[in-house]
């Protein structure tokens, strides 16, 4: 008897399920602000969201600060950015984590220290080859790095660098000093200055309250690497910093983590629902959200729940058939119908944003200057 009551109650709950799931109205959205940005592209196979979720927004402060359509090379960032992966792993006698990953401050970095390239001058790609895939240069290089820190001997081979750049040179290519762009000749740094990116301009903001606000420190992330900085906002002026960026023309690089079953490329959503009995229904329509304040996303960031997993490019703005705000937000995951949707972007409502951002970064004009005033600097 305790069987089949058991088994009518699973019933009902299907039933209900599909019942809800086949009379939900789906999302129907009105985009506020669109700014411009280049066509979605595929990372492929790669860890690399941080590179070509920054190159694209650094496309659209090109097209911004210029008016002229760049497609800049995210391989060439990711080429200068391994031997500073590498080296951190090595010189911290493999008491690191060397990934795939990065931040967006990684590709500011590389482009004060190494410059820009259009895609047409480095693609990264072997002439045979038509999409990325570092599986096999990945494998090559962190089993290198391993043996190079547990040599028995504890002495580092003076070959390790040259070693592990001979095996980027091989997989993406050796990095450029000068290449030709529309007719006229470029070093990477001259391409970036003449394409008006000055990387001092950019500033990242995070929100959270085991660091002071107005302040800037070190964010512990595993993919932080190279330790940059983060300056630190409550949460209601980090959203404010958001908006104000995307109303005055500024797009945004975000961080974020999509690991919920309410992040969906598919449906091209990502919800914070009120109530989480069946949480993959809540991609398929509007929902009441839940409000997320400042303890809720710290308790959830320092429980594991809000991690690090992904980076993307905020756009523009919009609302649901209910008013409900949402950021329109280009991934970097290909436009193929059988895998995202809204020709690769995602909308991703204020709630989501409020818990699930790990950073944003910016250029300093789109702050407010009712904050800016207040960061220490």
């Excluded at 359509?69 to 080296?87: C, F, G, H, I």
């Excluded at 951190?88 to 220290?113: C, P, T, W």
């Excluded at 990242?204 to 002071?212: E, G, I, M, R, Y």
């Excluded at 058939?321 to 409502?349: E, P």
Aim: charged share 20%.
């Amino acid at each position: 008897m305790k069987k089949f009551t058991i088994c009518i109650i699973l019933v009902f709950a299907f039933a209900k399920a599909v019942l809800a799931q086949d009379t939900a109205a789906p999302y129907v959205f009105t985009d506020l602000i669109h700014l411009e940005a280049t066509p979605v592209i595929s990372q492929g196979n790669t860890g690399t969201c941080w590179s070509f979720s920054t190159s694209s927004f650094l496309e659209s402060e090109i097209k911004r600060i210029t008016g002229k359509n760049v497609d800049l090379s995210e391989m060439y960032t990711v080429r200068t950015t391994y031997p500073l992966k590498a080296e951190n792993y090595v010189m911290r006698q493999g008491k690191a984590q060397f990934s795939e990953g990065g931040l967006a401050h990684d590709v500011i970095y590389s482009v004060a220290k190494y410059g820009l390239v259009p895609v047409n001058a480095y693609t990264g790609l072997a002439p045979t080859e038509n999409k990325h895939n570092h599986a096999e240069m990945v494998a090559v290089l962190e089993a290198m790095l391993t043996t190079y820190v547990d040599n028995p001997g504890r002495k580092l081979s003076k070959k390790w660098k040259p070693a592990v750049n001979a095996v980027l040179d091989t997989y993406l290519g050796a990095p450029l000093t000068t290449f030709s762009y529309e007719d006229k000749t470029y070093t990477p740094h001259d391409f970036a200055n003449a394409m008006g990116i000055k990387p001092s301009n950019y500033i990242s903001l995070t929100s959270f309250t085991h660091a002071p606000f107005y302040e800037s420190f070190i964010l512990n992330i595993p993919d932080n690497f190279s330790n940059g900085s983060f300056y630190n906002v409550p949460l209601d002026e980090f959203m404010q910093n958001i908006d104000h960026a995307l109303e005055n023309g500024f797009t945004i690089t975000l961080d974020c983590d999509v690991s919920e079953l309410t992040f969906s490329s598919k449906q091209g959503v990502a919800v914070i629902p009120a109530q989480s009995e069946n949480p993959k229904l809540a991609v398929l329509g509007p929902e009441k959200e839940k409000v997320i304040n400042q303890q809720y996303r710290q308790d959830e960031f320092e429980n594991y729940n809000t991690t690090d997993d992904h980076l993307m490019h905020i756009t523009g703005k919009a609302t649901d058939q209910y008013g409900t705000i949402y950021y329109k937000v280009k991934n970097s995951w290909g436009t193929d119908a059988d895998r995202t949707a809204y020709d690769g972007y995602v909308y991703m409502s204020a709630s989501y944003i409020r818990l699930k951002a790990i950073s944003v970064l910016m250029h300093k004009d789109g702050l407010p200057k009712s904050i800016s005033k207040k960061i220490k600097s």
